[in-house]
Nanobody
Framework: QVQLVESGGGLVQAGGSLRLSCTAS????????MEWYRQATGKQREFVAR???????NYADFVKGRFTISRDNAKNTVYLQMNSLNPEDTAVYYC??????????????WGQGTQVTVSS
């Protein structure tokens, strides 16, 4: 049993910042890549950022230079620092993690999402 819980969403004015967190808990042996996705109303879920266990990162073009993904392996937590937010960033943000459990199975687990709303 593995659970991912996001936090840190909310309402912010354009140009502002938010920091999202996502913590994994349960029967975890190791965590490989961790990712953030987002889904705006009426749109498909889209990739935002990825961080692998060694710290390497990838970003969607629309967030490069504004968002930073990081992780704390000791806390099984991934963060998304979002700066210079604009109304187009309004969405539900989801994290996922590729987790190997103590039973030696590997799967991708998703959190429940956290709402980010950017007002103009």
């Amino acid at each position: 049993q593995v659970q991912l819980v996001e936090s840190g969403g909310g309402l912010v004015q354009a140009g502002g910042s938010l920091r999202l967190s996502c913590t994994a808990s349960g029967s975890i042996l190791s965590i490989n890549e961790m990712e953030w996705y987002r889904q705006a109303t009426g749109k498909q879920r889209e990739f935002v950022a990825r961080i692998i266990s060694g710290g390497g990162t990838n970003y969607a073009d629309f967030v490069k230079g504004r968002f930073t993904i990081s992780r704390d392996n000791a806390k099984n937590t991934v963060y998304l620092q979002m700066n210079s937010l604009n109304p187009e960033d309004t969405a539900v943000y989801y994290c996922n993690a590729n987790i190997r459990t103590v039973s030696r199975s590997t799967a991708v687990y998703w959190g429940q999402g956290t709402q980010v709303t950017v007002s103009s």
